[in-house]
């Protein structure tokens, strides 16, 4: 029988095909260089016995930071423009005309000569004591 091209080319495309698949042992590990020693036993470990936890120690009552005290105490006070908070108010009265405690406060405010200083100075001490 004689071979063909095509014969030859199928015979060498099958080998090729059972090489493929052909595996490769796994590496050998090393073998150990001597004797396996164990490590020498360690003695045990002393912890010694911990105290108690204490209960937390409460706090002292804060003492109050505020203190009564008088607008002329205040530094400044009497050399402050207080015409510039002036704006301020009004417009914090806005929002708080609906509530009682300020309708009253508000409508003094609202009636103030606001150009006038002194009489701004004297509505903060007569209604924010």
């Not at 099958?14 to 036993?41: D, E, H, I, N, R």
């Not at 009253?104 to 007569?126: I, M, P, W, Y």
Request: net charge neutral; hydrophobic share 45%.
């Amino acid at each position: 029988m004689l071979s063909t091209p095509r014969s030859v080319t199928a015979s060498l495309a099958f080998v090729a095909f059972l090489a493929a698949c052909s595996t490769t042992p796994p590496p050998q590990a090393p073998k150990p260089a001597g004797p396996v020693t164990m490590p020498a036993p360690v003695a045990p470990v002393y912890v010694p016995e911990q105290p108690a936890p204490q209960q937390p120690v409460q706090p002292p009552a804060p003492t109050p930071l505020m203190t009564p005290t008088t607008f002329s105490a205040l530094p400044g006070w009497e050399q402050d423009d207080l015409r510039q908070a002036w704006p301020a108010l009004l417009q914090s009265c806005r929002g708080l005309n609906g509530k009682a405690d300020w309708k009253a406060v508000c409508a003094a405010a609202r009636a103030l000569d606001a150009s006038d200083g002194t009489a701004v100075r004297r509505f903060f001490e007569t209604w924010f004591v």
